[in-house]
């Protein structure tokens, strides 16, 4: 009955590969998000979904592409993987405008070597 | 985030209390937030405050906004070892239309037995 959950928890990979990453949630959110977390803790959006619409796209390299194919679900692909690329990725949701908080995913931890 | 700060660090004795403060800069924020996050886990929503609201109190937990010094800290009665995580601190501007979380760098919180 996870609420918000992403697959898969760890990822290692080489450079170059292409992977996805894969998010839903069964709380009746409108809104999903992708989060990026660096070694240092700091969570930096990059994308937001509304209904399956793209409202926010942060300054995030083309090489990532999100994917909605209904509102329950928000998939993270990524192209041609940097080192650089090595983070968390957290998934989260919530209803529009935010109210309530957002709930989140437990995180992919994406390892590029 | 640059637009929310927190203090990286906080190291109490177990049975204190603990107080994580956080100052943001938007004033038109609707609703800030204080996320913990557990090692290797997701964030986790602890509490929020409304932003006509100056206190707000859960069961340990003590939220408390002042709005003309765009402080919001968060202080943790009795705090346990179990309370040992980073707690993030997290605004939504009231820039109308659809919004996005700003979240703090996170403090990290040591409980000591």
């Known amino acids: 009955d996870t609420a918000v959950s992403q697959t898969p928890k760890y990822l290692v990979t080489q450079m170059g590969n292409d992977k996805s990453i894969k998010c839903e949630q069964n709380?009746?959110?409108?809104?999903m998000y992708w989060y990026k977390q660096d070694s240092k803790k700091f969570l930096k959006i990059m994308f937001s979904?509304?209904?399956?619409?793209?409202?926010i796209n942060e300054t995030v390299p083309n090489r990532f592409s999100p994917k909605s194919p209904d509102k329950a679900h928000l998939n993270l692909h990524i192209n041609s993987l940097e080192l650089g690329d090595s983070a968390v990725y957290f998934c989260?949701?919530?209803?529009?405008?935010?109210?309530?908080?957002?709930?989140f995913g437990s995180g992919t931890r994406l390892t590029v070597v | 985030g640059e637009d929310v700060e927190q203090s990286l660090f906080l190291s109490v004795r177990e049975g204190d209390s603990s107080v994580i403060n956080c100052t943001y800069t938007?004033?038109?924020?609707?609703?800030l937030y204080w996320y913990k996050q557990e090692p290797g886990a997701g964030l986790q929503l602890l509490t929020y405050?409304?932003?006509?609201?100056d206190m707000k109190q859960d069961q340990r937990l003590t939220v408390l906004l002042n709005k003309k010094d765009k402080h919001l800290s968060l202080r943790i009665a009795d705090t346990q070892t179990g309370d040992s995580a980073i707690y993030f601190c997290?605004?939504?501007?009231?820039?109308?239309?659809?919004?996005?979380?700003?979240f703090g760098i996170g403090t990290k919180l040591q409980v000591i037995p």
């Open positions: 997290a605004e939504i501007p009231n820039s109308g239309g659809y919004q996005k979380v700003t």
């Open positions: 989260a949701s919530s209803h529009r405008q935010g109210e309530g908080g957002y709930t």
């Open positions: 405050i409304f932003s006509n609201m």
């Open positions: 709380l009746g959110h409108d809104t």
């Open positions: 979904y509304n209904n399956k619409e793209l409202i």
């Open positions: 938007d004033s038109s924020s609707t609703y």
